[in-house]
């Protein structure tokens, strides 16, 4: 199965609603954000999700823009142990329950921000409210539910560059290529400011950043390996985007999807980072390398997993 709900799936059995980026399940979301699909329109169902977000909540000046539904909460990062004092704020958007994140130096009032998704208003209050300066937008692929908050961040902070894998950066212009035209919106990013290659070293904000460039789920995908500049022998803070997630992966029935390379880029990438690496997901709960390397059913570290998320 494509993992994209069908009108009939929808009518029948709510529950089956899946987010196009992990295959989880989503809860059924608030009535404000489902409207008729485009199935009856292009005749394709299976390409269609059933509820959409309204394009006009990405306005931030219209009353539909403030969606009620983003979760907001802070996450520990034990293997820092507070020094130096940082923050990490996990914003789950609606309608896909996308994770952006806000990690700060709050020593320094400044911070960087992750795939900002459907509900850019919650990550401006966060970031405003706690004081800060954002310094860059860091994206781990460009799938509609990772970017569409970047321009509403761009128009609030016009100087705030965009940084993106080199092989990735065509999906933010491309409504095609980020998805976004199946679900009945032709979103489009702010264009990359700086694109990033496997293995690229580069400090932003107080924090150094290592670029690994793992696809599967999508060609360019990267993870993000991050260490407070201070502290970067330690276990890496592993922002993974939707390569893997606590005891799941990424889809990789897309175009340029492939299970046997996302597979092979978590067991050769990720899974040698120490285990008390942190892996904050695209969705879902955070995690560890150990955990995963140990668990994840569907990518073991000896090859026998499960496979393929369907
Ligand atoms: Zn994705």
Redesign the pocket.
């Known amino acids: 199965m494509t993992g994209l709900a069908t009108a009939a799936e929808l009518v029948a059995e709510p529950s089956t609603l899946q987010h196009?980026?992990s295959g989880r399940s989503l809860a059924r979301p608030d009535p404000a954000y489902q409207i008729s699909n485009r199935a009856e329109n292009t005749g394709n169902s299976s390409q269609n999700l059933l509820f959409l977000p309204f394009p006009d909540m990405l306005s931030r000046n219209n009353p539909r823009a403030t969606p009620p539904m983003a979760h907001l909460h802070t996450i520990d990062m034990p293997s820092f142990a507070g020094r130096p004092p940082l923050s990490l704020t996990c914003i789950e958007s609606s309608p896909f329950a996308e994770n952006s994140y806000v990690l700060a130096r709050t020593d320094r009032g400044i911070c960087v921000v992750f795939d900002p998704g459907f509900e850019p208003d919650a990550i401006i209050d966060v970031i405003e409210s706690n004081g800060l300066a954002p310094q860059a937008i860091l994206l781990t692929?460009g799938?509609s539910?990772?970017i569409a908050g970047n321009a509403a961040l761009k128009q609030r902070w016009p100087d705030l560059p965009i940084l993106v894998g080199e092989s990735e950066a065509n999906k933010l212009i491309d409504p095609e290529k980020n998805l976004s035209r199946g679900f009945g919106i032709d979103l489009v990013s702010p264009p990359a400011d700086r694109m990033l290659r496997d293995h690229e070293r580069f400090e932003i904000a107080g924090f150094l950043f290592e670029v690994h460039e793992i696809p599967g789920?999508?060609s360019g995908h990267v993870a993000f390996l991050v260490w407070p500049e201070e502290a970067h022998d330690g276990p890496p803070m592993v922002f993974a985007?939707?390569i893997l997630f606590r005891g799941s992966i990424?889809?990789t029935d897309f175009p340029d999807g492939s299970f046997p390379i996302l597979a092979a880029g978590i067991r050769e990438r990720l899974y040698p980072l120490p285990e008390a690496s942190l892996v904050l997901p695209?969705h879902g709960e955070p995690t560890t390398i150990g955990r995963e390397r140990t668990s994840n059913p569907y990518v073991t570290a000896a090859g026998d997993g499960r496979g393929e998320v369907t």
């Open positions: 196009p980026c692929h799938h539910d990772h789920h999508s985007g939707d990424g889809r695209g």
